[in-house]
């Protein structure tokens, strides 16, 4: 077969493809338009022949076939009403499959007793796929019995004509191979279910987790955004109060904190710009384009620190051990917890109170210590906001904790625990 050929047969193949569909669809909406087709087609090509010529192979009886002297002629109205028997059943096939089969057997049994011999004996057959595809498993043991000893039956009824071996040999045979095709559809089918199921599975899986994603950018880039914001405004509010209490007093004092809440608000910016640049679409961009600053470090709280000194709030910061080799997002999470913790002092503490920051790295951890002189106290447990949530959320990622409450000898007192431990380490 060619290159052509095999073109040419696409088109072909798509089309069966959705006629079969269009059937299965069908089928579901009408199941029991295939059922009826079932009976008039079984009818039509095993019952009208020998109604028409008056028996199974009377038109073989005129010395061309001596197999048919073997077996009883009956009456039209006994044949007519043995085979309604034979094949009406096959319209509950699929819905009650036992219950047809049963039926379809004992008529079966009862035409071979009187020792007549019809083609709609077909039925039975049809019956016993029907049970394989459809019924349970555990009920074709007594199927495969009773169509067993039903077959036994014919090959004795006929064996002044065919050797009884030969009979029981052709009609096992037939009737394994109705049973076998019944269970490889059966299964082909389940196998086809399964994979449907598994592909349905698989896209839910694939839609769950790009909303979790989603919704884990949603969260950190509110949190980064609360925390930018948060702490920009409160150093801004601060100057800006400070600056119209001295414009009386000190004009070059006002003039002073004029410019830094125009440093602020440009730093503040800057980190906004840097936020929301990392939410664009990067794939058109230029490789030569400008690149996105780095995001804040340790190194930065010295900047940070210095800000908030010049809102009025006095800073005393410390480090211990090699804080500067920690990866980068250790250092943002480190960055955004002193600056939460700055900002929660900054709204809430005295304005001549002291902070004491430490920022400790030893035996895989890293301890963080923020603690204010008072004497006022942030919010209650009960008044949490986003600030003390983002700090433990932030915390969590590296498995670490953060515990905020009053200091001993007054004022409040964060401090935040996270595990340096590589993830993930084979051994």
Known sequence: MTTDDLSGMGPLVARLSRGGRRLRQADRTHPWVLDTAVVILVFLMFCLPDLVHGGAGDHDRDGRHPFWFAFARLPVAGMLALQIGLVLPLLWRRRRPAAAFAAVAAVFVLQWSLGAALRADVALFVALYSLALHGRLRQLPWACAATAGAMVLVAVRASVAVSVWDALFFLLSTATAALALGLVVRIRRAQLAGLRERAARLEIERDQRSRLAAATERTRVAREMHDIVGHNLSVIITLADAGAYASDLAPERGKEALQLIGDTGRQALGELRRVLGVLRETAGASPGGPELSPQPGIADIDALCA???????????????????????????????????????????????????????????????????????????????????????RAALYGGTVSAGPASGGGWSVEAVLDLTPQGDVR
């Open 307 to 393: 800000n908030v000194r010049a809102a009025g709030l006095e800073i005393v910061y410390r480090t211990s051990g090699d804080v500067d080799a920690l990866d980068s997002g250790v250092q943002l999470t480190t960055y955004r917890i002193v600056q939460e913790a700055l900002t929660n002092t900054l709204k809430h503490a005295d304005p001549d109170a002291c902070v004491h920051l430490a920022v400790v790295e030893k035996d895989t951890r890293l301890t963080i210590q923020v603690r204010d002189t008072g004497p006022a106290a942030p919010p209650g447990p009960h008044e949490e906001g986003h600030g003390l949530v983002g700090m433990r959320e």
